[in-house]
């Protein structure tokens, strides 16, 4: 991941109209050499040959694509830093497990461009999409008698990135998770979890969508078992 490179990426122009008058200038100089040979070959030769200089220009702007490689990378780490807190990572210990009839519970992996906070660089690329200069990354591990959570705030431009979030709370110490307000124009939301006292522990940004609210339906509805036991 190259921190400078995408830092470039905040403060490139939007190119689609550019790239649009570079083809069209080759189209139109194309053209002209087909149906308008002889003298006028000159000129269309000149606007292939800007159009293709424009176009070359363009090529080497930063893309969309190496935000989302960047992306990738943290996912990555998050995932091993998540897993080694919490899921038994001896080999030799889990096969026998498994030989016993014992399969690991799979995380929930939550990933996205924080899109709220200070000293943010945001942007939106050519696909459509919103990106910051800051990733999030977040693990839910739901077993029997606790709930894992874990955060990480991933600089994408060098800044320094604070370690992980990483929190082993029992249902009974919790008094339920809730969403906050969505913002559509991300399809952003929040997650809080809140201990037995009210108080708010963790709140990490979500999907807004139908999986998010069936994790936290999950999730309360594990703690209320508990709390009625």
């Not at 109209?17 to 000149?46: E, K, M, N």
């Not at 990738?72 to 497990?97: N, S």
Request: glycine share 8%.
């Amino acid at each position: 991941m190259d921190a400078n490179r995408i830092k470039k990426y905040f403060s490139q122009k939007p190119h689609t109209v550019s790239t649009i008058i570079a083809v069209a200038l080759a189209c139109i100089g194309f053209a002209i050499i087909i149906l308008l040979p002889g003298h006028f070959t000159p000129f269309g030769l000149a606007l292939m040959f800007v159009g293709a200089i424009l176009f070359l220009v363009l090529s080497l702007q930063i893309k969309d694509s190496e935000l989302s490689e960047a992306a990738k990378e943290v996912q990555a780490k998050f995932k091993e830093t998540f897993e080694e807190e919490f899921i038994y990572r001896d080999t030799r210990k889990l096969h026998q497990a498994e030989l016993r009839g014992f399969r690991p519970k799979e995380p929930v992996y939550e990933s996205s461009y924080l899109m709220s906070g200070e000293g943010l660089l945001t942007r939106r690329g050519g696909d459509g999409k919103f990106r910051s200069s800051m990733y999030q990354c977040v693990g839910i591990l739901k077993e029997e008698d606790y709930i894992g959570f874990g955060v990480q705030n991933f600089s994408l431009i060098g800044d320094e990135s604070p370690d992980a979030t990483l929190l082993k709370l029992s249902y009974d110490e919790l008094s339920h998770v809730a969403l906050g307000e969505a913002v559509a124009q991300w399809h952003l939301t929040t997650m809080g979890v809140y201990d037995i006292d009210g108080n708010c522990i963790l709140n990490v940004q979500m999907r807004a969508d139908a999986q998010t609210d069936e994790l936290v339906a999950d999730i309360n509805a594990k703690i209320k078992k508990v709390h009625d036991a």
